[in-house]
């Protein structure tokens, strides 16, 4: 199943963005899928994730602005990114988890979509 997002943009700070991610295939049968993102100069990090049950993860620096939800019916996960910093500016890529790790099971990326945040 390939996941690929969408929905970046150019927003001011304190801006909103909502991202899609769309999957070829059912995501039913992925139990956890993520957001990451990777901004200039930094390495790729877990932003949130949903499990199939609903539960959620969210690293410290998104708490409390971003939240995640996902749709089985509609193969789709989202990320709501409200109060936004220029600090959140990156490519942000969808991707399922692998069982109790962080990181997809297989180096296989999207091309993920661009969100940049302006002071």
């Known amino acids: 199943v390939q996941l690929q997002a969408s929905g970046g943009g150019s927003v001011q700070a304190g801006g909103s963005l909502r991202l899609s991610c769309v999957a070829s295939g059912s995501i039913f049968s992925i139990n956890t899928v993520g957001w990451y993102r990777q901004a200039p100069g930094k390495q790729r990090e877990l932003v949130a994730s949903?499990?199939?049950?609903?539960?959620?993860y969210y690293t410290d620096s998104v708490k409390g602005r971003f939240t995640i939800s996902r749709d089985n019916a509609k193969s789709s996960v989202y990320l709501e990114m409200n109060s936004l910093k220029p600090e959140d500016t990156a490519v942000y890529y969808c991707?399922?988890?692998?069982?109790?790790?962080?990181?997809?099971?297989?180096?296989?990326w999207g091309q993920g979509t661009l969100v940049t945040v302006s002071s």
């Open positions: 991707n399922q988890l692998a069982s109790g790790t962080l990181w997809p099971p297989f180096p296989s």
């Open positions: 949903i499990t199939n049950g609903g539960s959620t």
